[in-house]
């Protein structure tokens, strides 16, 4: 029986639903070039490309910095507290989420730590419902997180994740399409004793936002946000190693890609191997699944991305890379 959260969840998510139809730009993704936003900056070419939904207002072109730029490479244990909140997070222009998050954001924290180190996560439940967050990798199976956290509730788990790579973790609570459609889900980079080359970083990970609660994305956006890197390009350094740790924490599609205009990439799957697995400009990723892409823009300007399924590009996800 759902709870009088849950219930009136359901209600604001139904409005929210309808006005995304009727506001965020349904109508104008399947005309294919709507009315030119005039908040739109006109270096980031939003508006010409036809793509329909806007970003949130209020975020500036350094909002999703926390969550895409990782910390350096670190060295040693590392130990963090990690607090669940429920929270109104604006995830398109005029179109809310209440969402559940990791330390408040969408995605939750970059996780970085060297492989064999010990890593001690406390998670806190400030939230009204059950939560956990479990990681992806090999660990000592007791410190898995999978156990549910209740309401008011913490644990804590130490394990030295292995091995290198990239890996999300996230709450899996079921139903997993709501607890990741709200937003709880995450990256953690697993770097290897021998450091990888020196290149400018960047994490980016693909979400769906479930506005109506019904366990099916309405909208979708790489960090948190539909429409963002379309407004706010991805600015790289020309000629600098790029690597990309990318990862798709969409619930309820079976795949989604990766794919970059004008330039091809290294594709080291799962991060997990030195040596890269295919070179290519488009890379699938199933639910869960991530990749490190290494590339390099020696000619400025700027570079689309989107995933190459129409319905995630058109509702959020097709960006740019600037190279300047
Ligand atoms: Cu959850």
């Given at each position: ?110 996780l970085r730590i060297t492989e064999g180190e010990s890593l001690r996560l406390t998670i ?201």
């Amino acid at each position: 029986m759902p709870t009088r959260r849950e219930l009136l969840w359901g209600m604001a998510g139904a409005a929210a639903a309808m006005a995304a139809v009727s506001v965020g730009g349904g109508r104008r993704a399947r005309n294919g070039a709507g009315p030119l936003d005039p908040h739109a900056d006109s270096t980031a070419g939003h508006g010409a490309y036809g793509h329909s939904v806007e970003p949130p207002a209020a975020l500036g072109p350094l909002a999703l910095d926390a969550c895409t730029i990782p910390s350096q490479r670190t060295a040693g244990a590392v130990e963090r507290t990690i607090t669940i909140t429920q929270r109104a997070v604006e995830v398109a222009h005029d179109q809310t989420l209440d969402a559940w998050t990791f330390d408040g954001t969408i995605p939750g924290p970059i996780l970085r730590i060297t492989e064999g180190e010990s890593l001690r996560l406390t998670i806190r439940n400030l939230t009204a419902l059950p939560h956990n967050l479990h990681t992806h990798g090999a660990h000592d199976p007791t410190q898995d997180g999978w156990e549910p956290i209740p309401p008011g509730g913490a644990r804590t788990y130490t394990f030295a994740p292995r091995p290198a790579g990239l890996y999300p973790y996230h709450c899996d609570v079921m139903p997993s399409t709501q607890h990741l459609g709200r937003g709880l889900y995450g990256a953690l980079i697993v770097d290897p004793r021998r450091p990888r080359a020196e290149a400018e970083e960047r994490v980016m990970i693909l979400g769906g936002f479930d506005l109506d609660g019904d366990g099916r994305s309405d909208l979708y956006g790489w960090n948190g946000a539909a429409g963002f890197w379309a407004r706010h390009p991805l600015k790289v350094r020309a000629s600098a190693l790029v690597r990309l740790y990318v990862l798709n924490l969409v619930s309820d599609e079976p795949v989604a890609t990766f794919h970059l205009h004008a330039q091809t990439f290294d594709v080291f799957r799962s991060g997990t191997r030195a040596t890269p697995d295919e070179h290519s400009d488009v890379v699938p990723l199933t639910l869960g699944e991530r990749a490190i892409l290494e590339m390099r823009f020696p000619q400025p300007g700027r570079y689309m991305f989107h995933p190459h399924q129409a319905r995630m590009a058109e509702r959020g996800a097709m960006g740019w890379i600037a190279a300047v």
